[in-house]
């Protein structure tokens, strides 16, 4: 979809809400790995508690296996909640509490040191605002709204939006479908009113608009493409040494 076209969407008479997909869309990621992400997150926790960095970086990794293995057989399309997956990935090697606190702050510095602001989406932000429009971000993530909040904050140095919907806090996902009509009844409006604006094809296309709302891929570039499998490749080595398939 042109920009043009999505700002004759925006602007619809019957639009009265700009959803925004977060992740590749309001801030954009380098290309990292997930598990790179992870080890690295990892490290610098084992370096914080003053513990042996391999045992915690598996530890994460399984935990995050382990609980997605089992949310596609109980309830497929959901996302596990980060605190509960530090605490699966800490309580096995006794840090407690105080180990799982300190493995999420660490997750989330590495994220947001892996972040940077999409100014064309801050710009449809700000338009959306002059119009007097409600702005709201679904996100598919195993993060809370108050991590989204936290992360935004330090990325952008503002959370710019009216409401925060995660796919971990409602418990349906855009890549489930679910998360949309939900989301539709928590804002008390009418599925026509939303626009959703995304970089996933199904998650920010498809299914909002077979839940009845206006919706914009907006995909990352050919480049970035190029950039993510180069970090795919460099993260194989990686994967193998801490026995991750
Ligand atoms: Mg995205």
Request: charged share 25%.
């Amino acid at each position: 979809m042109s920009v043009e076209v999505l700002r004759g969407a925006v602007s619809a008479p019957t639009t009265t809400v700009l959803s925004l997909d977060i992740f590749d869309t309001v801030v954009l990621r380098d290309g990292t790995t997930q598990v790179f992400r992870f080890v690295e997150a990892a490290e610098l926790a084992a370096e914080r508690l003053g513990v042996d960095p391999a045992p915690l970086t598996a530890m994460r990794l399984l935990s995050h296996d382990n609980a997605y293995r089992a949310i596609q057989m109980e309830r497929p399309g959901a996302d596990a909640r980060f605190s509960a997956l530090c605490e699966a990935a800490t309580a096995p090697l006794g840090l407690g509490a105080h180990g799982a606190a300190v493995l999420a702050e660490c997750e989330l510095e590495a994220d947001i040191a892996r972040l940077k602001p999409n100014p064309r989406a801050l710009a449809m932000i700000a338009e959306a605002r002059e119009r007097g429009m409600r702005v709201i971000a679904v996100s598919d993530t195993w993060y809370s709204a108050g991590d989204v909040e936290r992360l935004l904050l330090s990325v952008l140095g503002e959370q710019p939006f009216d409401a925060i919907y995660t796919s971990s806090d409602v418990g349906a996902s855009k890549h489930g479908g679910g998360i949309f009509d939900r989301v539709a009844v928590l804002e008390g409006r009418e599925s026509l009113e939303f626009i959703h604006v995304g970089d996933t094809l199904d998650a920010d296309l498809e299914n909002p608009s077979a839940a009845g709302w206006g919706a914009a891929h907006v995909p990352r570039s050919r480049w970035h493409d190029l950039v993510r499998l180069s970090w795919k490749i460099r993260t194989l080595p990686m994967q193998a040494r801490v026995g991750h398939s």
